[in-house]
């Protein structure tokens, strides 16, 4: 079972930075695919960025330029840096998975989400 862990979110002024983690646990001969997602109250999830496996990189248009999307070395952590962050970038930001590419090729179903971090912007 893939599990996830989101850090780094907290409290910082607009125009700041925060730099969000999500480590994996699971099958060690994976690279997983790691999408954020972010949820304010009494709205739907809404995407934010996403890398795959093979660190193809994609945003959502409200943080595109903004945010930055990476994995780290150990490949089991990818980072979100979110710059020049707004009040409205205050919501629950959740790490996501939705498969698993083994080294040498196949791709197996690996749905998990991790229980979110939250980020507050102040103006």
């Known amino acids: 079972q893939v599990q996830l862990v989101e850090s780094g979110g907290g409290s910082v002024q607009a125009g700041g930075s925060l730099r969000l983690s999500c480590a994996t646990s699971?099958?060690?001969?994976?690279?997983?695919?790691r999408s954020w997602y972010r949820q304010g109250p009494g709205k739907e999830r809404e995407f934010v960025a996403a890398?795959?496996?093979?660190?193809?990189?994609r945003y959502a248009d409200s943080v595109k330029g903004r945010f930055i999307i990476s994995r780290g070395d150990a490949k089991n952590t990818v980072y979100l840096q979110m710059n020049s962050l707004k009040p409205e970038d205050t919501v629950m930001y959740y790490c996501?998975?939705?498969?698993?590419?083994?080294?040498?090729?196949?791709?197996?179903?690996?749905?998990?989400w991790g229980q979110g971090t939250q980020v507050t912007v102040s103006s």
């Open positions: 890398i795959d496996p093979d660190s193809t990189t």
């Open positions: 996501k998975t939705s498969s698993c590419k083994k080294f040498w090729g196949p791709v197996y179903p690996a749905n998990s």
């Open positions: 699971g099958d060690n001969f994976c690279t997983y695919d």
